[in-house]
């Protein structure tokens, strides 16, 4: 029987409730139990896909091929569980689906409301695909009080209503600001959250306070009084010093143990937490550090690259360094070649990350030229493999004209839709299978990766699967002058058509890869590829 912790958030946004969930589905899993965490997104968005990453961040996506919210990727790098398509729904997605049933006639004349048949969706969707678990933490987006989640919150009581105490628990995480002046924590916004909360039928089980200064016990007995909660169930949740602390400081104030009381559940021995221990010693006590320039276009948006953060951070955890992230505008190159190399000198590796549209496309492709040549560690994802590629066409194979058509009509297209490209017996191969492309390729695909290549080495396999994100490939008519230009085209398609991974034989560290490794990397497992770039660094930092 799966039991339901639903995790709101009352005063403001940006509390953590992501790191939150994330946090105490980690807690409980180090108690051995199994568990999945799911967040609502109450905007009209069917899905994140086509949201600007100066809005919403990044755009996560899972091995079945969602586009789902970033809280994903916090979720699934805290307990290593593959997130899927059914673990994020947004309002949009849910109204969609029902208008359809309407048009279709699937709800026989009746007339389609909010309740029940909006609020039947969110159950409906919180409970399906939950065989095998112990807890679902379902995270409601946005604040209590906001218009987008009514809907929600009526679903989760009517949820407790149905399920009962021991299967429905509720988590508010809200603030305690810290005024200053007054030298005084204020614990008047957490009542009013918690009586507009129970004002729509849901009294919450546990209060996190979020606070910069500690919440002294008597200011915990006024909220638990206030707010009609146990005094123990009001979990103060200082700002950590990383996230890495956070399941290990709320373990210290009590959630897990809280959430299984609860329950009604008699909490068992002390969770196993040696693994984040181990992480907070790598991060906090690291024996040295390297910096890793990244040449993109969201520059200062660290959540728009949040998974690649995450993931280079992993790198250094397993070679035990600090890695500095500087990010430099793509743009800024695009003036000439002396402003490159003053930026990239103090590099100990470059990484042109994903991205979509030409602005700052030529200023990416000058700066894996200068990690060529200069032999710097160089990294390219999705489309920076794409620019390695017309990089090493221009200035190896002296194909002058190459570029993708993603930036407009070229002449040399070394990067292009497949349809753009492919051979008629090549697209019926990838028809045949099911995947012609056109669209977006998204989730997890296989790769072959040749024997006697670099990556095959970094993997310890010939075959892996990676998450995609992309529209464009490397246009397989190109291999021949491109190889003949240094690149080895490591990593292919099961099939053989399209290129996955290309390598330079010649260079210390120099890897393009079509899809985003860094949405696979977890702390406790760092993604080899980031663990063996951040190794490569480290090398290259020795000789500058
Ligand atoms: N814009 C490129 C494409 O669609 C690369 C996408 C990406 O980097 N995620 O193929």
């Known amino acids: 029987m799966a039991r339901y912790i639903f995790i709101t958030g009352g005063?403001?946004?940006?509390?953590?409730?992501?790191?939150?969930?994330?946090?105490?589905?980690?807690?409980?899993?180090?108690?051995?139990?199994?568990?999945?965490?799911?967040?609502?997104?109450?905007?009209?968005?069917?899905?994140?896909?086509?949201?600007?990453?100066?809005?919403?961040?990044?755009?996560?996506?899972?091995?079945?091929?969602?586009?789902?919210?970033?809280?994903?990727?916090?979720?699934?790098?805290?307990?290593?569980?593959?997130?899927?398509?059914?673990?994020?729904?947004?309002?949009?997605?849910?109204?969609?689906?029902?208008?359809?049933?309407?048009?279709?006639?699937?709800?026989?004349?009746?007339?389609?409301?909010?309740?029940?048949?909006?609020?039947?969706?969110?159950?409906?969707?919180?409970?399906?695909?939950?065989?095998?678990l112990d807890f679902v933490l379902c995270e409601i987006g946005g604040t209590v009080g906001d218009i987008e989640s009514l809907p929600f919150i009526e679903a989760i009581r009517q949820m407790r209503?149905?399920?009962?105490?021991?299967?429905?628990?509720?988590?508010?995480?809200?603030?305690?600001?810290?005024?200053a002046a007054a030298?005084?924590?204020?614990?008047?916004?957490?009542?009013?959250?918690?009586?507009?909360?129970?004002?729509?039928?849901?009294?919450?089980?546990?209060?996190?306070?979020?606070?910069?200064?500690?919440?002294?016990?008597?200011?915990?007995a006024k909220i638990a009084a206030f707010c009609n909660v146990?005094?123990?169930?009001?979990?103060?949740?200082l700002d950590a010093k990383s996230i890495y602390a956070v399941p290990l400081q709320y373990h210290a104030e009590g959630l897990d143990y809280e959430v299984l009381r609860a329950f009604g559940i008699t909490p068992g021995v002390a969770p196993d937490l040696r693994r984040w221990e181990d992480i907070l010693d790598r991060q906090q006590n690291p024996e040295g550090e390297v910096t890793i320039g990244v040449v993109g276009k969201y520059v200062g948006l660290a959540d728009a690259y949040k998974s690649l953060?995450?993931?280079?951070?992993?790198?250094?955890f397993a070679n035990r360094v600090k890695v500095n992230i500087n990010w430099i505008d793509a743009e800024l190159f695009e003036k000439g070649d002396s402003d490159i190399a003053a930026a990239l000198e103090p590099m100990h590796a470059?990484?042109?990350?994903?991205?979509?549209?030409?602005?700052?496309?030529?200023?990416?492709?000058?700066?894996?030229?200068?990690?060529?040549?200069?032999?710097?560690?160089?990294?390219?994802?999705?489309?920076?493999?794409?620019?390695?590629c017309i990089e090493g066409a221009r200035n190896t194979a002296g194909i002058a004209d190459a570029s993708s058509t993603e930036f407009g009509p070229t002449d040399e297209p070394v990067v292009g839709i497949i349809t753009e490209w492919m051979t008629e017996e090549g697209l019926q191969t990838r028809e045949a299978g099911g995947d012609l492309?056109?669209?977006?390729?998204?989730?997890?695909?296989?790769?072959?990766?040749?024997?006697?290549?670099?990556?095959?080495?970094?993997?310890?396999?010939?075959?892996?699967?990676?998450?995609?994100?992309?529209?464009?490939?490397?246009?397989?008519?190109?291999?021949?002058?491109?190889?003949?230009?240094?690149?080895?085209?490591?990593?292919?398609?099961?099939?053989?058509?399209?290129?996955?991974?290309?390598?330079?034989?010649?260079?210390?560290?120099?890897?393009?890869?079509?899809f985003h490794p860094e949405l696979k990397s977890k702390p406790f497992d760092p993604h080899p590829l980031f663990a063996s770039f951040i190794e490569a660094a480290v090398e290259q930092s020795r000789l500058v």
């Not at 209503?161 to 005024?179: A, C, K, M, S, W």
């Not at 146990?230 to 949740?237: D, F, L, M, Q, S």
Request: proline letters at 5%; aromatic letters at 8%; glycine letters at 12%.
């Open 161 to 179: 209503n149905e399920l009962g105490r021991d299967q429905t628990v509720f988590v508010h995480v809200t603030l305690v600001p810290y005024i």
């Open 350 to 388: 470059i990484l042109v990350p994903g991205g979509f549209g030409e602005r700052g496309s030529e200023g990416k492709i000058a700066a894996v030229r200068f990690a060529r040549e200069r032999k710097v560690p160089f990294f390219g994802i999705c489309l920076g493999m794409q620019m390695a």
């Open 309 to 316: 953060n995450e993931a280079l951070a992993h790198g250094g």
């Open 11 to 132: 005063v403001v946004s940006s509390l953590g409730k992501g790191l939150m969930a994330a946090s105490l589905a980690a807690l409980l899993q180090a108690r051995g139990y199994k568990v999945r965490i799911r967040k609502f997104d109450p905007y009209l968005n069917v899905d994140p896909g086509t949201m600007s990453p100066y809005q919403h961040g990044e755009v996560y996506v899972t091995d079945d091929g969602a586009e789902t919210d970033l809280d994903l990727g916090h979720y699934e790098r805290f307990t290593g569980v593959s997130a899927r398509q059914s673990d994020n729904v947004t309002s949009g997605r849910i109204y969609r689906d029902i208008i359809a049933k309407e048009r279709r006639g699937d709800y026989l004349g009746a007339t389609v409301q909010v309740i029940p048949h909006v609020t039947n969706e969110i159950k409906a969707f919180a409970q399906a695909d939950v065989d095998g």
């Open 183 to 220: 030298g005084e924590l204020k614990t008047k916004p957490t009542q009013h959250s918690v009586k507009e909360l129970t004002a729509l039928g849901v009294q919450p089980d546990i209060l996190l306070c979020r606070c910069e200064h500690p919440l002294p016990e008597n200011e915990q």
């Open 437 to 514: 492309g056109g669209t977006m390729r998204l989730g997890a695909y296989e790769a072959r990766l040749a024997g006697n290549s670099h990556v095959s080495g970094i993997y310890g396999s010939t075959v892996i699967s990676e998450r995609h994100r992309h529209r464009y490939e490397v246009n397989g008519a190109y291999k021949e002058p491109l190889e003949k230009g240094g690149l080895m085209f490591s990593g292919m398609s099961p099939d053989g058509l399209l290129p996955e991974i290309v390598e330079r034989p010649d260079h210390p560290w120099f890897i393009g890869v079509q």
């Open 230 to 237: 146990r005094k123990e169930a009001v979990i103060p949740a």
